[in-house]
């Protein structure tokens, strides 16, 4: 369901994969519209394997740990709503 109660579209979003980021020596899963000929299974699911060279783990600019301030208070309302929708 998207916000507002509606569903999407159909037809109009791209195919989403299960896939496993890996950056050194840090792994998390997540979903992508990329395949990779590398797979890794994963909790019992096939996870295509993406190897990225830029995470929060390697700059940590990416954590949050540096808040980006505007006025309204914008980013940090986006983060409590989206920010959590990848964790379990």
Do not use: C
Not at 10 to 23: M, Q, S, W
Not at 70 to 81: H, I, L, P
Request: zero cysteines; hydrophobic letters at 30%.
């Amino acid at each position: 369901m998207g916000h507002n109660g509606q569903d999407m579209k159909a037809g109009i979003h791209p195919p989403t994969y299960p896939v496993l980021f890996v950056d050194g020596d840090h792994e998390w899963t997540g979903v992508s519209t990329m395949k990779t000929a590398d797979t890794r299974v994963v909790d019992g699911v096939e996870h295509y394997v993406v190897n990225v060279e830029i995470s929060s783990f390697t700059h940590p600019f990416y954590t949050g740990q540096k808040k980006i301030v505007d006025s309204a208070g914008r980013v940090e309302k986006f983060m409590r709503r989206y920010g959590q929708q990848n964790k379990k």
